[in-house]
């Protein structure tokens, strides 16, 4: 693995109790950055700190439902109250509402203030936090399904479409304050969220078909351009939705 030189650096990561979140939680924290790990599940995102303080790192846990307003801004002062600043944020807590109709309002609902709202307040927050220090990085999670469609699910679609556009603008709001905002778009990772889909050995296999390098992403693998894209190594780099997806849409 590879430490992109946080030393100093303080990183936010919502959604951070398992799968992406957690794997970008421990990246973040291998290359220096002290992590705050925010979730709804309290014992897995504990889970998190103590995996990253048993490999060295610096971490402490936020509950932050990111669909609630004040507790987005509480994460963002917990940041700051305890570590002094915020320098990146990984905005990737998500919910895919497989199976549920999601033209019922309810559902629609759901998936909008979770994955599109929650990311909105996520970065208006964190944004005034980083302006106090000068700049700073954030990386939102979109997903394969911000850029192309999938006939089954209108507001993941949507609200992942939604993240993509939102990450524009918002990186071209602070472009000349240096915060550098990006997305990135995955394809089918192995993660609890498609556990279901992995443990069905036909669905399995017509993902796989549909994935040119014939496999589900590891979470690792997004949590590496994750950081990446929060580094220095990064710093021309914004606007930008980052596709990971095996190939999956490069046809
Ligand atoms: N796994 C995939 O194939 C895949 C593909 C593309 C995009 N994504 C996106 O990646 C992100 C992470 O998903 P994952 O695959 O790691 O799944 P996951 O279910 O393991 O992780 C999602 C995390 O978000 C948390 N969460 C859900 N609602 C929340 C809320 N209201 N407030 C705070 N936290 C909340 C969950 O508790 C969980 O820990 C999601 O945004 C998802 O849409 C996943």
């Known amino acids: 693995m590879i430490n992109y030189g946080l030393d100093g650096k303080v990183a936010l990561v919502t959604g951070a109790s398992g799968g992406i979140g957690r794997a970008a939680a421990q990246a973040f924290a291998r290359s220096g950055a002290r992590v ?11 889970e998190t700190v103590s995996m990253i303080e048993a490999a060295g790192g610096r971490a402490a846990y936020q509950r932050c439902d990111v669909s609630n307003p004040d507790d987005i801004k509480a ?23 497989l199976g549920r109709d999601e033209f019922e309002d309810e559902n629609w609902d759901v ?3 979770i994955n599109l709202t929650g990311v909105m307040r996520c970065i208006r927050e964190e944004a005034a936090a980083m302006l106090e220090t000068g700049g700073g990085a954030i990386v939102n999670t979109s997903s394969i399904n911000g850029l ?25 709001k602070w472009a000349q304050q240096g915060i550098r905002v990006n997305a990135v778009c995955p394809g089918v990772i192995e993660t609890p969220m498609t556990a279901p889909i992995a443990a069905d050995p036909k669905l399995k296999a017509v993902i796989d078909s549909m994935t040119p390098m014939g496999r589900f992403g590891k979470p690792e693998e997004i949590a590496e351009a994750v950081v990446w894209l929060c580094s220095e190594a990064a710093s021309f780099v914004t606007g930008h939705p980052m596709v990971i997806d095996g190939g999956a849409i490069a046809f």
């Not at 705050?36 to 504990?46: A, P, T």
């Not at 939604?162 to 990450?167: A, D, F, S």
């Open 36 to 46: 705050l790990v925010c979730d709804v599940k309290d014992v897995e995102g504990r």
């Open 75 to 97: 994460m963002v002062a917990r940041a700051v109250d305890t570590w002094g600043r915020l320098d990146c944020a990984f905005n990737n807590a998500g919910v895919n509402l």
């Open 111 to 113: 998936a909008i203030s």
């Open 148 to 172: 192309v469609g999938n006939p089954n699910q209108p507001g993941y679609v949507a609200s992942k479409h939604g993240v993509v556009g939102l990450t524009r603008q918002a990186a071209l």
